[in-house]
């Protein structure tokens, strides 16, 4: 309850599982070793960061500024959700069993009307976070279907429009616009940097290939 009235929801969020420097008692299904509960928030942020990037620059360039706003609308919600769970869940290396409660606390969190987060704040570092999380899970796809997974695509081609309009600012930020409202981005510099050369009214062919070919991005 403190998280929400203090806007900390994104990244005060309690830890239900004790972690025993010694050997755990017996008889506590919560108790984890400290290397299962490394692995387990590992699989926490991963399935947490996947969702982020879907619903970040789709919802942005839909003209949405939160978490919540993006999973209340109900044909950008459908779509994040078949991309979740067709194209994520399945290449990951867990049962589905075993991860629907990080996938639950992963939705709630960010379609909770509380959480104002705004979109490109909590979506900072889109594209190392992609490279990242969603990259193996793209190549593991394309090795089983012999083609990019669709959603993902879509979801990677967002973000690169939503890069290619930062432009660095006179205190030295990059910002992206939308309309007449300048909105502050971030994620390493020299891929900021590289996509502040680029422009999205360019055939989509051309920037696809200038972004995905620089060895920074």
Known sequence: DMNYRDAFIAWAEPQLRCVP????????EAVLSAEDFAAACARKSQIFDALVFLCAAPGFLCG??????????????AWIGRAFF??????LPWPREE?????????????????RMPLLELGR??????????LPAVRR???????????????LAAAVMLYAGARRSADGRYEVLRGDAAFPIWDAPEILD????????????TLAYAALADRDV
């Open 86 to 91: 067709d194209e994520i869940l399945p290449l």
């Open 99 to 115: 991860i629907a409660p990080e996938v639950i606390s992963a939705f709630n969190r960010l379609e909770n009307p509380m959480n």
């Open 125 to 134: 570092g889109l594209m190392r976070g992609f490279s990242r999380t969603l």
């Open 64 to 77: 949405m500024d939160s978490f919540a706003q993006a999973l209340a609308d109900e044909s950008l919600r």
């Open 141 to 155: 796809w394309a090795e089983q279907n012999f083609e990019a997974p669709p959603r993902l695509s879509l979801a």
């Open 194 to 205: 590289a996509f502040s050369q680029l422009a999205h009214d360019v055939p989509a062919e």
């Open 21 to 28: 420097e010694l050997r755990a008692p017996e008889g506590l």
